[in-house]
């Protein structure tokens, strides 16, 4: 067993998140979000996505969320840009690391960014060439590594494939995403295998929506493989609004919990981090979707 002593965890709440709120929530809310993640001791965050405002509404207001934020020394603030017009119009908000997303399925590519994983890789080369020319890192998402709201099952050749274009653009690390969180173990460890084709341990992170309960699992599993770098969102926020009824990516909390259990630094301050997802769960009007965040709010409580 290989698991790492160290994991570094990137918050995707603000992003993937409230981009799949029904409810508009302000941008001031999201400003305070960044700030109670990063009070906590998140060293990562995806902020927003310069995605079209027809197709993600609650996105829009990316610049005045990036502008709004006070940013702390050593924090890494990531964005999505789909095309040059994202990372143009991101550029301007001076991100650390911009994140292309493409899928390891043809119908969620269609769906998604609406074209065939050939022309996205065509559309995020020029993203990609520019982001590393001025001095910003690049990450890749893939989207569907195990499985797709369209095509169901998707073999880990074509994750593989995927990886492998993205590291022909230059990209630098990747995620592999369960996007519908219907992964179990052996199936996220066969697309982390396919991955590592192209990529070394270090540039792959996990990145497993709960939708089936198995994320938890899904990423003890990939620590085994040596996996240290993983995506959650606080309060366990989160879904794509190209695939329906998939429900939040893991829970922060949850997986720091984890994480401690097994003795492994994250940096992170739990309590801290309880208190951020019980701000953004009030300010949604619900419960925590962490069962970590409700058990330990109930003790604090009682
Ligand atoms: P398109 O329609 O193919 O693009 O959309 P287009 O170039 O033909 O342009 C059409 C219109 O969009 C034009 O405006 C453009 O200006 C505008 P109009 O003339 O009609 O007024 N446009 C843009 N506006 C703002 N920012 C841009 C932009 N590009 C074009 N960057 C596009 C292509 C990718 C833009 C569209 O399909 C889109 O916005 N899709 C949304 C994708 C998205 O945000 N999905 C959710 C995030 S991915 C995710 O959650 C998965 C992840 O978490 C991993 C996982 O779990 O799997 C990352
Ligand atoms: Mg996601």
Not at 56 to 73: F, K, L, S, Y
Not at 158 to 185: C, E, H, N
């Amino acid at each position: 067993m290989n698991i790492p002593t160290k994991v570094r965890l990137i918050d995707v709440g603000p992003r993937d998140g409230l981009q799949n709120e029904k409810q508009p929530v302000p941008a001031s809310v999201k400003i305070e979000l960044v700030h109670r993640l990063q009070a906590a001791g998140l060293k990562e965050i995806e902020v927003t996505s310069y995605v079209s405002p027809k197709w993600v509404p609650q996105m829009a207001d990316n610049h005045e969320v990036m502008q709004g934020i006070t940013r702390v020394a050593g924090v890494r603030y990531s964005v999505l840009t789909p095309n040059l017009k994202g990372y143009e119009a991101a550029v301007a908000d001076q991100p650390d690391e911009i994140v292309v997303f493409g899928a390891a399925s043809e119908a969620f590519s269609q769906k998604n960014i609406n074209c065939s994983i050939a022309e996205s890789i065509e559309r995020f080369a020029p993203v990609v060439q520019a982001a590393l020319a001025a001095g910003i890192a690049v990450r890749g998402a893939m989207s569907c590594t195990v499985g797709c709201p369209y095509e169901g099952e998707i073999a880990p050749e074509r994750v593989g494939y995927l990886a492998g274009l993205m590291k022909g653009i230059g990209v630098q690390r990747v995620d592999v995403a369960d996007t519908i969180g219907v992964g179990t173990p052996l199936k996220v460890q066969a697309a982390i295998e396919a991955t590592l084709a192209h990529f070394d341990i270090d540039h792959i992170s996990g990145h497993f929506h709960d939708t089936y309960g198995q994320a938890l699992s899904n990423t003890y599993a990939a620590l085994q493989m040596g996996v240290w770098n993983f995506q959650s969102s606080v309060a366990g926020l989160g879904g794509c609004p190209y695939a329906k009824g998939a429900t939040g990516n893991v829970a922060t909390e949850d997986v720091v919990y984890l994480l401690q259990g097994l003795g492994i630094d994250t940096g992170i301050d739990l309590d801290r981090l309880v208190d951020a997802g019980a701000y953004i769960s009030e300010q949604l009007g619900r419960p925590s979707g962490s069962r970590v965040a409700r058990a330990l709010m109930a003790r604090r409580s009682s």
